[in-house]
């Protein structure tokens, strides 16, 4: 018994010595590609949030300056505004399906 459970043992240090150590270099590499892809990630949506903020604020000024030019009340405030949403999603999701390659 004891032969057998020394026998495991030394099977266990070689598993362990046959392993390539990780070296520091490699896992800094890691976060900082971590670190960069986060970033990417960042500015990505954030983009996407203005645009979309930019869409729907022209939409609502177009409407207001044609409602005042033409004279009726909130008809086409109410058509721009929506108009405006439907191409701000748009925008939004061709920006999710992209690829990241781009």
């Known amino acids: ?25 490699t896992t800094t590499k ?18 996407m949030a203005f645009q979309m903020l930019a869409v729907m604020l022209l939409g609502a000024f177009g409407g207001v300056k044609l409602d005042e030019l033409l004279g ?8 721009l505004i929506i108009f405006a949403v439907a191409m701000a999603m748009i925008m939004v999701i061709r920006g999710l399906t992209q690829n990241d390659d781009d």
Do not use: D, W
């Open 1 to 25: 018994m004891p032969e057998e459970h020394h026998q495991k043992q030394e099977q266990k240090q070689e598993q362990t010595t046959n392993q390539a150590p990780v070296s520091v270099q």
């Open 72 to 79: 009726t009340s909130p008809l086409f405030t109410i058509v």
């Open 30 to 47: 890691v976060k900082v590609k971590r670190r960069k892809h986060a970033l990417s990630n960042y500015t990505k949506y954030s983009g």
